[in-house]
Structures are given as C-alpha cells and as structure tokens.
C-alpha cells in the first residue's frame, strides 16, 4: 500500500471532507458539516496559510495530512503544524503514517520551511510513539512536539 503524497485540489473536496469526518468522529471533535467544509474549502484552492496532502492514489485515498504554515524566529523562518493527519483505520498498522511522517518533512524542507510541530494527546503512547520515531521531540514540559528540518 502507497503512502504517496498528492497536494489536493478543489476537485477533492469530497474525498478531503469524508475523510475529515471520519478522523472529527473518531475523535469526539464537533464541527458542523458546513463548518468543516468552510474550513477545508480555502485550503483547497490554495489559500497561502496551510495545504491538504492525500495519501495514497487521489480518487480513492486512505488518508490525510493537514500543514498549517507559520513563522518563527526560533527556528530561522517559515515553520508549519501538522494540523490532522489521518489513515483509515482498515488500512492501518502498515507503516503508513510512519512513511508520510519521514516523508512530508523532506517535501517541506525542500520549499524552505525549517521546523514542522504537531501536537498530540499526552496519554495518546501509540502516537506518541509514532511521532517519536519520525524525529519529532517533546519540547519543555509542552505536549507540542516538534521536528527540526
């Protein structure tokens, strides 16, 4: 199974939103379908403050990954967040999340960004373990982690 990344487009918007849903109910986030597309839509179209990535073949993907983009002076410029990312659970346990972890920040390295960060859940061991693996580190008393590109 591929964990190829594919930048989504508007066209995805279906794909992206079914996805979303799937990932928001999963965990317990409440957000109006409309809300939820509100959100999604200006990514879509290439708004500059954030992408949605597809994993796996565009018309028919297995997961997600939202960046967020940002700056800091701490980290020497454009830095970003991995906002949701998301595999289904059938196709889990197949390394997949751990290929797009080690290679989305290659990808965004590349366009110039110098520090990618997510957050995640302190009793959450699974992902924890999963985002450690993929280079990111806990960062003083904070349950943000952060990758250093």
């Known amino acids: 199974m591929s964990a190829a990344l594919h930048l989504a487009k ?7 939103d079914a996805l979303v849903a799937a990932f928001h109910a999963e965990h317990g986030i409440t957000l109006s379908a409309e809300d939820r597309r509100a959100a999604l839509t200006p990514l879509l179209e290439g708004i500059p403050h954030g992408a949605v990535y597809l994993i796996g073949p565009p018309r028919a993907p297995i997961g997600y990954v939202i960046v967020t983009f940002g700056w800091s002076i701490e980290f020497g410029g454009m830095d970003g967040f991995i906002d949701e990312i998301y595999v289904r659970p059938g196709v889990r346990g197949r390394g997949i999340a751990s ?20 957050e995640v ?12 693996r993929s280079g990111f580190a806990l960062r003083d008393h904070h349950a943000l982690m952060t990758r250093t590109l």
Do not use: C, F, S
């Open 99 to 118: 290929e797009v972890l080690l290679t989305l920040p290659r990808t965004l390295a590349a366009a110039g960004m110098k520090a990618i960060h997510l």
């Open 121 to 132: 859940d302190a009793n959450n061991q699974n992902a924890r373990r999963l985002y450690k």
């Open 10 to 16: 508007p066209q995805h918007v279906d794909q992206v």
